[in-house]
Protein backbone atom coordinates (compact mmCIF):
# COMPACT_ATOMS: atom_id res chain seq x y z
CA UNK A 1 0.00 0.00 0.00
CA UNK A 2 1.76 3.42 -0.46
CA UNK A 3 2.24 5.67 2.76
CA UNK A 4 0.17 8.09 1.26
CA UNK A 5 -2.91 6.40 0.54
CA UNK A 6 -5.21 7.38 3.39
CA UNK A 7 -8.20 6.47 1.56
CA UNK A 8 -10.20 4.05 4.35
CA UNK A 9 -9.63 0.51 4.22
CA UNK A 10 -13.36 -0.27 2.62
CA UNK A 11 -12.34 2.29 -0.35
CA UNK A 12 -8.83 0.39 -0.67
CA UNK A 13 -10.24 -3.16 -0.47
CA UNK A 14 -14.45 -2.79 -2.52
CA UNK A 15 -16.03 -1.46 -5.17
CA UNK A 16 -19.01 0.53 -4.70
CA UNK A 17 -21.72 -1.19 -7.09
CA UNK A 18 -25.68 -0.44 -6.92
CA UNK A 19 -25.72 0.23 -3.34
CA UNK A 20 -23.39 -2.75 -2.01
CA UNK A 21 -19.41 -2.74 -1.35
CA UNK A 22 -17.98 -5.71 -3.63
CA UNK A 23 -15.09 -7.00 -1.84
CA UNK A 24 -12.92 -10.28 -2.87
CA UNK A 25 -12.24 -11.88 0.60
CA UNK A 26 -8.73 -13.61 1.24
CA UNK A 27 -10.31 -15.45 3.93
CA UNK A 28 -13.68 -16.81 4.84
CA UNK A 29 -13.90 -18.82 8.04
CA UNK A 30 -13.25 -16.21 10.73
CA UNK A 31 -12.56 -16.60 14.50
CA UNK A 32 -16.34 -16.08 16.16
CA UNK A 33 -15.88 -13.27 18.79
CA UNK A 34 -16.89 -14.31 22.07
CA UNK A 35 -19.53 -11.15 22.04
CA UNK A 36 -21.40 -13.07 19.37
CA UNK A 37 -22.54 -15.12 22.58
CA UNK A 38 -23.37 -17.76 20.34
CA UNK A 39 -22.41 -22.25 20.68
CA UNK A 40 -19.93 -21.81 17.66
CA UNK A 41 -16.11 -21.07 17.79
CA UNK A 42 -15.72 -20.10 13.83
CA UNK A 43 -18.22 -18.48 11.10
CA UNK A 44 -18.13 -17.93 7.47
CA UNK A 45 -20.82 -14.81 6.49
CA UNK A 46 -20.90 -13.83 2.78
CA UNK A 47 -22.16 -10.44 3.95
CA UNK A 48 -20.76 -8.06 6.50
CA UNK A 49 -23.22 -5.35 7.94
CA UNK A 50 -26.80 -6.23 8.16
CA UNK A 51 -30.08 -4.16 6.38
CA UNK A 52 -31.75 -5.34 9.41
CA UNK A 53 -30.69 -2.51 11.96
CA UNK A 54 -30.61 -4.04 14.88
CA UNK A 55 -29.50 -1.59 17.75
CA UNK A 56 -27.98 -4.14 20.14
CA UNK A 57 -26.37 -6.34 16.48
CA UNK A 58 -22.46 -7.24 18.09
CA UNK A 59 -21.42 -7.29 14.81
CA UNK A 60 -20.81 -3.15 14.95
CA UNK A 61 -17.01 -3.46 15.44
CA UNK A 62 -16.19 -5.21 12.18
CA UNK A 63 -17.40 -1.71 9.85
CA UNK A 64 -15.59 0.10 11.84
CA UNK A 65 -12.34 -1.79 11.16
CA UNK A 66 -13.12 -0.98 7.50
CA UNK A 67 -13.40 2.97 8.32
CA UNK A 68 -16.65 2.65 7.93
CA UNK A 69 -19.38 4.38 11.05
CA UNK A 70 -20.35 0.97 12.91
CA UNK A 71 -23.82 3.09 13.66
CA UNK A 72 -25.66 3.92 10.01
CA UNK A 73 -23.37 2.40 7.88
CA UNK A 74 -23.48 -1.01 9.60
CA UNK A 75 -27.16 -0.88 8.44
CA UNK A 76 -26.88 0.72 5.35
CA UNK A 77 -23.19 -0.32 3.22
CA UNK A 78 -23.37 -3.96 3.34
CA UNK A 79 -20.10 -5.57 2.48
CA UNK A 80 -20.27 -8.60 -0.15
CA UNK A 81 -17.58 -11.40 -0.37
CA UNK A 82 -19.10 -12.37 -4.06
CA UNK A 83 -16.19 -14.83 -4.24
CA UNK A 84 -17.29 -16.38 -0.70
CA UNK A 85 -18.53 -20.41 -2.28
CA UNK A 86 -14.90 -20.51 -4.06
CA UNK A 87 -13.05 -19.58 -0.65
CA UNK A 88 -14.88 -21.55 1.41
CA UNK A 89 -14.48 -24.74 -0.71
CA UNK A 90 -10.52 -23.84 -0.76
CA UNK A 91 -10.67 -23.80 3.34
CA UNK A 92 -13.23 -26.92 3.29
CA UNK A 93 -10.67 -28.72 2.10
CA UNK A 94 -7.81 -28.15 4.83
CA UNK A 95 -10.85 -28.22 7.61
CA UNK A 96 -11.32 -30.20 10.69
CA UNK A 97 -14.86 -30.57 10.75
CA UNK A 98 -15.18 -28.40 13.82
CA UNK A 99 -19.04 -26.53 13.04
CA UNK A 100 -19.50 -23.53 11.37
CA UNK A 101 -22.03 -20.58 12.42
CA UNK A 102 -23.09 -19.27 9.42
CA UNK A 103 -24.25 -15.49 9.01
CA UNK A 104 -22.62 -13.73 11.91
CA UNK A 105 -21.09 -10.47 10.73
CA UNK A 106 -24.52 -10.07 8.96
CA UNK A 107 -27.49 -11.99 8.37
CA UNK A 108 -26.88 -14.24 5.55
CA UNK A 109 -30.52 -13.99 4.33
CA UNK A 110 -31.41 -10.17 4.23
CA UNK A 111 -31.72 -8.30 1.19
CA UNK A 112 -28.41 -8.49 -0.30
CA UNK A 113 -28.89 -12.06 -0.78
CA UNK A 114 -31.34 -11.76 -3.62
CA UNK A 115 -29.21 -9.55 -5.24
CA UNK A 116 -26.14 -11.98 -5.05
CA UNK A 117 -27.49 -15.45 -4.47
CA UNK A 118 -25.05 -16.54 -2.48
CA UNK A 119 -26.08 -19.13 0.37
CA UNK A 120 -26.80 -21.65 -2.42
CA UNK A 121 -23.65 -22.39 -3.19
CA UNK A 122 -22.47 -21.98 0.38
CA UNK A 123 -24.99 -24.39 2.01
CA UNK A 124 -24.20 -26.94 -0.83
CA UNK A 125 -20.23 -26.51 -0.40
CA UNK A 126 -20.68 -27.39 3.51
CA UNK A 127 -23.19 -30.18 2.91
CA UNK A 128 -20.67 -31.86 0.66
CA UNK A 129 -17.85 -31.02 3.46
CA UNK A 130 -19.96 -32.87 5.80
CA UNK A 131 -19.25 -29.97 7.96
CA UNK A 132 -22.07 -29.88 10.70
CA UNK A 133 -23.47 -26.02 10.89
CA UNK A 134 -26.02 -23.63 11.76
CA UNK A 135 -27.47 -21.12 9.93
CA UNK A 136 -28.43 -17.26 11.95
CA UNK A 137 -31.38 -15.66 10.36
CA UNK A 138 -34.40 -13.39 11.08
CA UNK A 139 -35.59 -13.42 7.30
CA UNK A 140 -37.91 -15.17 5.80
CA UNK A 141 -35.98 -15.71 2.53
CA UNK A 142 -34.30 -18.73 4.08
CA UNK A 143 -37.31 -20.90 2.73
CA UNK A 144 -35.92 -20.49 -0.16
CA UNK A 145 -33.18 -22.77 0.89
CA UNK A 146 -35.36 -25.50 2.72
CA UNK A 147 -34.77 -28.52 0.48
CA UNK A 148 -31.11 -27.79 0.40
CA UNK A 149 -30.79 -27.00 4.02
CA UNK A 150 -32.49 -30.29 5.13
CA UNK A 151 -30.40 -32.51 2.33
CA UNK A 152 -27.17 -30.57 3.92
CA UNK A 153 -28.16 -31.60 7.86
CA UNK A 154 -27.89 -27.90 8.61
CA UNK A 155 -29.49 -26.31 11.71
CA UNK A 156 -31.71 -23.03 10.99
CA UNK A 157 -31.74 -20.38 13.89
CA UNK A 158 -34.05 -17.81 14.05
CA UNK A 159 -33.96 -15.13 16.03
CA UNK A 160 -36.79 -14.70 18.65
CA UNK A 161 -36.07 -12.97 21.55
CA UNK A 162 -39.62 -11.10 21.97
CA UNK A 163 -43.15 -10.84 20.94
CA UNK A 164 -43.86 -7.19 21.43
CA UNK A 165 -44.05 -5.58 18.12
CA UNK A 166 -43.53 -1.99 19.80
CA UNK A 167 -40.07 -2.99 21.18
CA UNK A 168 -39.45 -4.43 17.25
CA UNK A 169 -39.98 -1.64 15.42
CA UNK A 170 -37.30 0.56 17.88
CA UNK A 171 -34.70 -1.79 17.94
CA UNK A 172 -35.06 -4.51 14.90
CA UNK A 173 -36.34 -2.05 12.38
CA UNK A 174 -35.37 -4.07 9.44
CA UNK A 175 -36.10 -6.84 10.23
CA UNK A 176 -39.27 -8.67 9.92
CA UNK A 177 -42.02 -9.01 12.97
CA UNK A 178 -41.79 -12.13 15.60
CA UNK A 179 -45.48 -13.49 14.46
CA UNK A 180 -43.45 -13.56 10.84
CA UNK A 181 -40.55 -15.00 12.56
CA UNK A 182 -42.61 -17.80 14.28
CA UNK A 183 -44.44 -18.88 11.17
CA UNK A 184 -41.24 -18.83 9.81
CA UNK A 185 -39.81 -21.19 12.39
CA UNK A 186 -43.34 -23.73 11.72
CA UNK A 187 -42.42 -23.52 8.03
CA UNK A 188 -38.64 -24.73 7.71
CA UNK A 189 -39.90 -27.52 10.39
CA UNK A 190 -42.68 -28.24 8.13
CA UNK A 191 -40.06 -28.50 5.43
CA UNK A 192 -37.87 -31.02 7.81
CA UNK A 193 -35.03 -28.40 8.29
CA UNK A 194 -33.41 -28.97 12.13
CA UNK A 195 -34.48 -25.52 13.31
CA UNK A 196 -34.46 -24.11 17.01
CA UNK A 197 -35.07 -20.40 17.78
CA UNK A 198 -32.52 -17.73 19.28
CA UNK A 199 -34.10 -16.18 22.02
CA UNK A 200 -31.24 -12.90 21.39
CA UNK A 201 -31.06 -10.56 22.32
CA UNK A 202 -33.32 -10.49 25.54
CA UNK A 203 -32.69 -6.84 25.90
CA UNK A 204 -32.34 -6.14 30.22
CA UNK A 205 -35.02 -4.07 31.88
CA UNK A 206 -36.84 -3.57 28.04
CA UNK A 207 -37.97 -7.37 27.78
CA UNK A 208 -37.01 -9.21 30.55
CA UNK A 209 -40.11 -9.00 32.58
CA UNK A 210 -41.18 -12.76 33.69
CA UNK A 211 -44.70 -11.82 31.61
CA UNK A 212 -42.77 -11.01 28.70
CA UNK A 213 -40.60 -13.98 28.49
CA UNK A 214 -43.13 -16.23 29.35
CA UNK A 215 -45.24 -15.14 26.29
CA UNK A 216 -42.39 -15.54 24.04
CA UNK A 217 -41.24 -18.81 24.76
CA UNK A 218 -45.20 -20.04 24.76
CA UNK A 219 -45.49 -18.84 21.43
CA UNK A 220 -42.49 -20.77 20.26
CA UNK A 221 -43.50 -23.70 22.03
CA UNK A 222 -46.30 -23.56 19.28
CA UNK A 223 -43.98 -23.66 16.38
CA UNK A 224 -42.32 -27.11 16.70
CA UNK A 225 -38.97 -25.78 16.90
CA UNK A 226 -36.75 -28.37 18.58
CA UNK A 227 -35.73 -25.59 21.43
CA UNK A 228 -35.02 -22.43 22.62
CA UNK A 229 -31.55 -20.72 23.05
CA UNK A 230 -31.01 -17.64 25.34
CA UNK A 231 -28.96 -14.96 24.60
CA UNK A 232 -28.64 -11.98 26.70
CA UNK A 233 -27.70 -8.65 24.98
CA UNK A 234 -23.93 -8.06 25.07
CA UNK A 235 -22.39 -4.29 24.28
CA UNK A 236 -18.96 -4.77 22.72
CA UNK A 237 -17.47 -1.40 22.06
CA UNK A 238 -19.20 -0.10 19.10
CA UNK A 239 -22.39 -1.72 20.10
CA UNK A 240 -22.24 0.30 23.14
CA UNK A 241 -22.47 3.33 22.29
CA UNK A 242 -25.00 2.74 19.43
CA UNK A 243 -27.20 1.47 21.29
CA UNK A 244 -27.09 4.04 24.84
CA UNK A 245 -27.57 6.50 22.31
CA UNK A 246 -31.03 5.11 21.28
CA UNK A 247 -31.67 4.40 24.95
CA UNK A 248 -30.54 7.63 26.06
CA UNK A 249 -33.64 9.07 23.67
CA UNK A 250 -36.17 6.37 23.95
CA UNK A 251 -35.66 5.21 27.83
CA UNK A 252 -33.27 8.01 29.53
CA UNK A 253 -34.12 6.74 33.08
CA UNK A 254 -32.50 3.09 32.01
CA UNK A 255 -29.11 4.69 30.64
CA UNK A 256 -27.89 4.62 34.53
CA UNK A 257 -29.25 0.98 34.80
CA UNK A 258 -27.17 -0.51 32.20
CA UNK A 259 -24.23 1.11 32.83
CA UNK A 260 -24.31 -0.90 36.14
CA UNK A 261 -25.47 -3.66 34.52
CA UNK A 262 -22.46 -4.12 31.83
CA UNK A 263 -18.55 -4.64 32.61
CA UNK A 264 -16.00 -2.98 30.16
CA UNK A 265 -15.82 -5.53 27.82
CA UNK A 266 -19.57 -5.43 26.97
CA UNK A 267 -21.15 -8.15 28.97
CA UNK A 268 -23.78 -8.38 31.37
CA UNK A 269 -23.26 -9.01 35.03
CA UNK A 270 -23.18 -12.82 35.78
CA UNK A 271 -25.74 -13.07 38.16
CA UNK A 272 -28.27 -11.00 36.22
CA UNK A 273 -27.49 -13.29 32.95
CA UNK A 274 -27.75 -16.68 35.26
CA UNK A 275 -31.24 -15.06 37.05
CA UNK A 276 -32.56 -14.41 33.23
CA UNK A 277 -31.37 -17.90 31.33
CA UNK A 278 -32.77 -19.64 34.48
CA UNK A 279 -36.20 -18.28 33.94
CA UNK A 280 -35.80 -19.40 30.04
CA UNK A 281 -35.01 -22.89 31.23
CA UNK A 282 -37.77 -23.02 33.52
CA UNK A 283 -40.32 -21.74 30.59
CA UNK A 284 -38.81 -24.46 28.52
CA UNK A 285 -39.11 -26.89 31.10
CA UNK A 286 -42.86 -26.09 31.51
CA UNK A 287 -43.26 -26.11 27.26
CA UNK A 288 -41.58 -29.28 26.79
CA UNK A 289 -38.35 -27.73 24.93
CA UNK A 290 -34.80 -28.03 24.99
CA UNK A 291 -32.74 -25.36 26.36
CA UNK A 292 -29.26 -24.31 25.08
CA UNK A 293 -27.04 -25.32 21.85
CA UNK A 294 -27.91 -29.16 20.79
CA UNK A 295 -24.80 -30.76 19.81
CA UNK A 296 -24.71 -32.76 15.93
CA UNK A 297 -25.23 -36.54 15.60
CA UNK A 298 -23.70 -38.19 12.70
CA UNK A 299 -26.42 -40.37 11.13
CA UNK A 300 -25.42 -41.92 8.09
CA UNK A 301 -22.33 -40.41 7.70
CA UNK A 302 -24.06 -36.61 8.08
CA UNK A 303 -23.95 -34.82 10.63
CA UNK A 304 -27.62 -34.18 11.54
CA UNK A 305 -29.43 -32.19 14.43
CA UNK A 306 -32.25 -32.89 16.84
CA UNK A 307 -35.37 -31.93 15.13
CA UNK A 308 -37.92 -33.06 17.52
CA UNK A 309 -39.01 -30.92 20.95
CA UNK A 310 -37.09 -32.67 24.09
CA UNK A 311 -37.08 -32.13 27.47
S1 LIG B 1 -30.10 -9.70 11.95
FE1 LIG B 1 -28.29 -10.36 13.08
S2 LIG B 1 -26.56 -9.59 11.88
FE2 LIG B 1 -28.38 -8.46 11.23
S3 LIG B 1 -28.39 -6.59 12.44
FE3 LIG B 1 -29.67 -8.11 13.48
S4 LIG B 1 -28.29 -9.11 14.94
FE4 LIG B 1 -27.00 -8.05 13.44
Redesign the pocket.
Known amino acids: MDASDDRRLIERRAVWREGFYETQARTVIERVPRAAGIAQRWAVSPYRG?A???RG?G?RAGHAKLGLDPGRDFDTRVVVKPNVVERLRAELGRWAGEPLAVGVT??CY?AAEEVYRLMPGVVGALGEAGVPFTV?T?SPLVLRDAAALAEAGAQVAV?IAFVDERIRRAV?PG?VGAQARLELVSALVEAGVACRVLMSPVLPLLTDAADQLAATVRRIAATGAAGVEPVVLRLPAATRSWYLAWLGEAHPQLVGRYEELYDGVGLPSADYEARITGQIEQLCRLYGLRCGAPEPVVVAGRPRFPQLSLV
Open positions: CHACCAGDQYRSEA
